[in-house]
């Protein structure tokens, strides 16, 4: 089972345009993700987590679409990756670090 909140940020009577704030857990209680939801999807920077509760992935969603930069790391808080997004689709600059962190691979 997962639980999950949203957090509605107006003033007046909600709508369909409305700036949310989403954040679900594992069954845990440890969070999963977080992040904005405009008009229902993904918008603006998101969290995701390992079950361990450390950062898994970070960047920015517009239009429930990956964009500009995005982090990943291993459970153990070491960055494995990092590149951009355009439209959803990696672009062709990404980083790649071995399990030490160290940078391996440099494709741009």
Known sequence: MLISFVFILNSGTPTESD???FKD???SGKPRSEGWLENGMKSGYW???HKNAKIKAQGHYKNNKREKYWYFYSPNR??????KYLNG???SWW???DTKGILTINVS
């Open 19 to 21: 700036l949310r704030y």
């Open 95 to 97: 980083l790649y670090y």
């Open 47 to 49: 969290k995701f987590y």
């Open 78 to 83: 070491i960055r494995i990756k990092e590149g």
């Open 89 to 91: 689709r990696m672009t």
């Open 25 to 27: 857990f594992y069954e």
